[in-house]
């Protein structure tokens, strides 16, 4: 048998199944539909066309629409005109034709699309034309057909051939473009000549025509007359030329009619056919001006109806165009619509009367019987034609609630329902007398034939099937009772290979009906838990296969084996996971609802992930496979398997799943960059690649998905944030498609999953990026990986040249830094001048050679092998390079005296910044220099360290002064303790002597002005040896300095155990210079208070506060003693001590004063 015979054959048993005129039940397709308020210009397209990258384009009223699956992008023509003609060229330019202008699609550098006008290659008489209605493109050039003549672009050039156009779609057949024209019928193109076809003279007739492929030289023709034809030009065709020769001898039945069930539908709707395509190799589609597009086989039979009922966007269809993954485009006069028609899915709703929730679902007679909530339906037969424009379900009569499960019994199809058991006869459901109560669930068993158990609320009732003359309708069933010892709500029942039933409870656990009485109401019930093995009570179903009883749940499937003829106490019996045909659902466990098998061995399962389709494999195992349901809830009640191998699955819409369609799940798709912006809102690209065409020089017109590696651009470094936006030409159930991203240079890893289409980054580094984004469609094919590189360029202070400089600054601030250092120890230590200028004469010295002489500087690579040393290492430590590799050794780490130099190079190389450090190095004279050392990283443009340089300067001298500076300190704080020590000692000599003095007088006057004298040299003590601790140092803390000052100025006093002393002192710093006429102050206060403010009083509260406002400082003392005269101030005090304090007080500037109250207190003011 050839191959046309097994086509034929093919055919027959695809379609001899349909009625005559009867589209078969296929529901409607997933359709995605475009309106303008999404793709932003006219509601009304023209034509379609796909580029090399899988990007679609739309001819629009207003001009050309671009979508990559994400975004569109609106493309201007000459004069915003109406664009009618798309078509790709054979290197994969995008030509367009409008009114009166035709071009081609070019991108600019940037990556923008733009429409490029032919009209100037136009020869100037032949530029009057109006549209452009269609566009094809052969290895002979690209044709552009216009109603006056049909315009031929050949390298370059544009070449016009004259005619009369008919209205009519052309086709192009094996690269020769066929037509229609008024005056001469149907033509052809050989080159720039029409060629009539006098063979085929009839085939036109003044109205509109269809054209289309149908073999290697065959076209189908559609016409409005209602008869379609077939015509078979091998008899032309010329295979050495490779060209149609119409002079041939050719047979008469080079036209053929084509009976077709859309003749009367074309006749009938009068100016219906607009657009006939191929849609595979045995089927076609037709648009239409009124009734949406008509599928139907290549022997007519129709194979599907889609409009605006079952989910189209327009009835009114301009143009169809077929995309790589097979899936259909309708360019409509409200919008676009993408048809999945390789994806084999359909499904029936509310636009055809089901209303509510499916829960069921079951073929009988030929017919479609569907179970819901609001009752039980039937598919009507459905003839297509254009006022019966949708397929529709009937209520049946009598029709019960809530349909739980159909099943076919003894040639009868019966149904469990809310009000029982029902027997359903053509368009009537019919209820069996004896039942009652609420069915959920519906089984037969070989132990009892003619017998069904129907699962209740509350138990299982058994009825009989019986025959005989006048038995019609319910009464073929009889009644005969419920199920004993059964009470449980059964959901679903099951029989086993003995013939047992396995009923699944509500929440009470899986039960064994194991028949063992005379009747089949009579059996052994027991009942399966987790005692042997079950994960739980609730959610259990029950499927036999073979030997093998597996049981769905919540967590998984479970098996059991049932030995065939034996039947097994219940103790034998115990459920395992299923690690082989249920593998896929045990890590983590996977909710199962359903199970059912088919006839050759696979498992279908309805889960909480989905639905999943188990299929054998030849080393016992099963391959999952989930990829026909993706998009589809999977159903909670009830599968339906037909023995066409459909799969019908219930829930909010009926799904219908062709298993034997050959869809192909794994076809790649491109991942698009389709737009970088950085930070000041540039846009760096546009959404575009592509390289020059054959046809028009340099200009890019071949559109790619990859960047050129030449095209990298560079940012300068304020444009350090980007925004990228990117998509995937995938176009089925739009918003399923994930994403991932990654941008080398800057991110550790990929991103996790998601819907976005855009990323933003911000606050980048310089360097080399490139944004690398991929995609998985809902099938879990990866897309094309997408890449855009881009390079930040350093800020100006990272360049090379300005890490010269700073170099350069960096030996100049360390420069500046000594100099500094030497100024401020001049300052300090005064009495130091002529050490400290002999120091300094030095270290000009050292500078002036300095200058005259150039820095040691090595050169090493990235792991600090030296490489290079200049004249001035040289000069510096009497080593050439071969002498430093011979004593010193090849590399820094053993070259360096440093005993830290490991660490610093490490740190240089991880934080890839200048170092500095000292150290000691021995000259080839063996004299010891103290260097101090700059060791930097050089950095290539990928920011990795590419060299080392070190840098040395001879800090020999400036380390003698400083040793000898910290000599002549030590010599300083030793006299200044010998000062302090003798002061101290003189001091209580002094006191001695008053104490002595006191003790040989009688005078009480005279031993109190002694005692008086003692106490205030006892207080100059405790003061000087405070002011002493604070030598050495610019600022003194307030909160150190003055609270164990005044503790100790009061412990000199005999009564100051019982004196109470409260401080509040803020926390800041006075200079010593003002600290210390300050102390004398307080001193005399707190002395004058301890001697007269408690007289006659065996306690006192004292109060000492210090804060600052601002840049002024505030001091209380405060007592609640007997409280100072009135008349007692600081001017005309009769004591020494008070006119002290007022001396003191004006030398730094302040304010002083006594305020009189419950005791006294003194508040002194001054400038910090």
């Not at 032309?236 to 008469?252: C, G, I, L, M, N």
């Not at 459909?646 to 009926?654: M, V």
């Amino acid at each position: 048998m050839n191959w046309r015979g097994l086509l034929l054959l093919g055919l027959i048993l695809i379609f001899g199944t349909i009625l005559p005129g009867q589209v078969p039940e296929l529901g409607a397709p997933n359709i995605s539909n475009y309106e303008t308020e999404q793709f932003g210009a006219h509601r009304q397209n023209w034509t379609a066309v796909q580029d090399r990258r899988g990007v679609m384009y739309f001819g629009n009223t207003n001009g050309i629409l671009e979508f990559d699956g994400q975004r569109w992008q609106f493309i201007p023509v000459l004069e915003n005109a109406v664009t009618r003609a798309l078509t790709c060229g054979p290197d994969g330019t995008i030509y367009y034709g409008s009114i009166g202008d035709f071009g081609y699609l070019a991108v600019s550098p940037s990556g923008k699309v733009s429409a490029v006008s032919l009209k100037e290659a136009i020869p100037q008489a032949d530029r009057a034309f109006n549209d452009v209605w269609q566009a094809f493109s052969s290895r002979h050039g690209v044709y552009f057909l216009t109603r006056s003549k049909i315009f031929r672009l050949v390298n370059g050039e544009v070449h016009s051939i004259q005619g009369k156009f008919a209205s009519s779609q052309a086709c192009l057949l094996n690269e020769t473009l066929f037509y229609a024209d008024m005056d001469k019928g149907l033509c052809m193109l050989d080159g720039d000549q029409a060629v009539p076809i006098p063979q085929l003279g009839g085939v036109y007739n003044g109205n509109y025509i269809t054209l289309a492929l149908f073999g290697r030289h065959e076209m189908l023709v559609g016409r409005m007359s209602g008869d379609f034809l077939r015509i078979d030009l091998s008899a032309f065709w010329d295979e050495a030329s490779q060209r149609y020769d119409v002079t041939r001898q050719a047979p008469k039945d080079i036209v053929k009619t084509f009976p077709s069930e859309l003749d009367d539908f074309i006749k009938e709707s009068n100016g219906f056919l607009y657009k006939l395509i191929p849609i595979d190799s045995a089927a076609f589609a037709i648009s239409t001006i009124k009734g949406g597009i008509v599928t139907f086989n290549r022997a007519g039979k129709i194979i599907q109806v889609i409009n605006i009922k079952n989910g189209l966007l327009d009835n009114s269809v301009t143009d169809l165009f077929m995309d790589r993954p097979h899936n259909l485009w309708a360019a409509t006069n409200s919008g676009i619509s993408h048809i999945e028609l390789s994806v084999p899915q359909s499904f029936f709703g509310a636009q055809n009367n089901i209303n509510g929730v499916s829960i069921s679902a079951s073929f009988h007679g030929g017919r479609l019987y569907v179970g819901t909530y609001q009752g039980m339906l039937v598919r009507e037969p459905y003839r297509f034609a254009l006022q019966n424009d949708k397929q529709v379900f009937r209520t049946l009569k009598d029709s019960p609630t809530q349909v739980w499960q159909f099943l076919e019994v003894d040639g009868d199809l019966m149904a469990a329902t809310a009000k029982g058991l029902f027997r359903i006869q053509g368009e009537e459901a019919i209820k069996v007398q004896g039942s009652v109560s609420y069915a959920y669930s519906l089984a037969t068993s070989k132990s009892w034939p003619n017998h069904l158990f129907v699962g209740l609320r509350e138990g299982i009732e058994v009825f009989k099937h019986k025959t005989g003359p006048g038995l019609k309708g319910a009464a073929r069933w009889e009644f005969l009772g419920r199920m004993e010892d059964v009470k449980d709500n059964i959901r679903a029942i099951a029989e086993d290979t003995n013939g047992d039933l396995w009923a699944g409870t509500e929440a009470k656990g899986l039960l064994r009906i194991h028949f063992s009485g005379d009747k089949p109401s009579q059996a052994a019930i027991h009942r399966f838990g987790p005692e042997q093995g079950l994960p739980g009570l609730s959610g259990l179903r029950a499927m036999s296969r073979d030997t093998t009883l597996f049981v769905v749940s919540p967590k998984g499937l479970f098996r059991t084996t049932i030995a065939k003829g034996d039947i097994q106490a219940p103790e034998q019996i115990r459920f395992i996971p299923d690690t082989i045909l249920g593998k896929s659902f045990l890590n983590p466990p996977v909710a199962l609802n359903i199970m059912i098998f088919d006839q050759k061995g696979s498992a279908f399962f309805s889960t909480s992930d989905g639905v999943f389709w188990a299929i054998p494999q030849n080393d016992g195992h099963y391959r999952m496979e989930i990829r026909p349901f993706r998009g589809i809830p999977a159903p909670e009640d009830s599968m339906y398997l037909h023995s066409d191998g459909r799969l019908w699955l219930p829930g909010k819409e009926l799904y219908r799943v062709d298993l034997n369609a050959p869809k192909d799940y794994d076809q790649p798709f491109n991942v698009l960059v389709r737009k970088v912006v950085a930070k000041s809102k540039r846009l760096v690209f546009e959404g575009t690649h592509g390289r020059p065409g054959s046809a028009f020089g340099e200009q890019r017109t071949v559109f790619e998905g990859g960047q050129d590696p030449l095209e990298t651009p560079e940012l300068p470094f304020h444009e350090n944030a980007l925004s990228f936006e990117f998509s995937a030409a995938f176009y089925e159930k739009p918003g399923t498609t994930q994403f991932q991203y990654l941008l080398e240079g800057f991110d550790r890893g990929w991103s996790e999953w998601t819907d976005k289409t855009s990323k933003e980054y911000t606050n980048l580094p310089e360097g080399r990026y490139s944004f690398r984004v991929r995609a998985k469609n809902l099938y879990g094919t990866m897309g094309h990986e997408a890449v855009y590189s881009l390079r930040i360029l350093p800020p100006w202070y990272r360049t090379w040249w300005a890490y010269i400089l700073w170099i350069i600054g960096g030996g100049a601030a360390l420069v500046g830094i000594i100099y500094l250092y030497t100024l401020k120890l001049r300052r300090q230590k005064d009495h130091l001048k002529n050490i400290v200028a002999e120091r300094t004469k030095e270290l000009e010295k050292l500078s002036i050679v300095a200058r005259e002489t150039d820095n040691a500087v090595i050169i090493m690579d990235e792991k600090a092998n030296i490489e290079w040393i200049n004249q001035g290492f040289t000069h510096l430590y009497g080593l050439t390079l071969e002498e430093l590799f011979q004593i010193n050794g090849s590399n820094l780490i053993t070259a360096s005296l440093n005993p830290d130099i490991k660490q610093v190079i490490e740190k240089c190389i991880r934080d890839k910044k200048s170092v500095s450090y000292e150290s000691t190095f021995e000259t080839k004279w063996s004299q010891k220099i103290c260097s101090q050392t700059t060791l930097t990283p050089i950095l290539d443009d990928k920011g990795n360290i590419k060299k080392l340089i070190s840098i040395d300067s001879d800090i020999t001298g400036r380390k003698i002064a400083e040793e000898k500076i910290k000599n002549l300190l030590a010599e300083k704080e030793l006299i200044l303790k010998e000062v302090h020590h003798r002061i101290k000692n003189n001091m209580a000599t002094v006191m001695g002597l008053f104490s002595l003095q006191a003790s040989t007088l009688k005078n009480p006057d005279a031993i109190a002005a002694l005692k008086d004298a003692g106490s205030r040299v006892q207080s100059m003590v405790v003061l000087y040896e405070k002011l002493y601790q604070s030598i050495g140092s610019d600022q003194v803390e307030v909160r150190n300095y003055l609270p164990s000052l005044v503790d100790e100025i009061v412990a000199n006093f005999p009564n100051s155990a019982k004196v109470k002393v409260e401080k509040k002192i803020a926390d800041f710093v006075l200079n010593a210079k003002k600290i210390q006429p300050l102390g004398i102050i307080i001193n005399e206060l707190l002395t004058n208070i301890m001697k007269y403010a408690f007289t006659g009083r065996s306690d006192g509260l004292i109060t000492v506060s210090a804060e600052l406002k601002g840049d002024r400082v505030s001091i209380a003392i405060q007592d609640n003693g007997i409280g100072m005269p009135e008349k007692v101030n600081f001017e005309n005090s009769p004591g020494f001590g008070l006119k002290l304090v007022k001396i003191l007080v004006k030398q730094i500037e302040g304010t002083i004063r006594i305020e009189h109250g419950n005791g006294t207190r003194v508040v002194l003011e001054f400038e910090k």
